[in-house]
């Protein structure tokens, strides 16, 4: 198990290894997931979204829209 502390700002440091592992980089956006009674923190990373790839029956629009967006938003 590996732990953090929780800063006066409410900020945490994930530690480096976890960031490795999960391909955490500056501006790496998380989400805050709370399931049955536990918080899970998600990055929002390329793999996160292909991983839902299919799960609408959207026969892939909505990644490639979510693509899409995403490099509009890097163009800006």
Known sequence: MVTSVVTVKGQ???PANIR????IKKGTKIA???QEGKLI???LNKSYFES???ILGTEGKMMKSL??????????
């Open 67 to 76: 693509q899409a967006d995403k490099k509009k938003e890097r163009e800006l």
């Open 52 to 54: 839902l790839a299919g």
């Open 12 to 14: 945490i440091v994930v």
């Open 20 to 23: 490795r592992k999960f391909g």
């Open 32 to 34: 805050f997931i709370e």
């Open 41 to 43: 923190i998600q990055p």
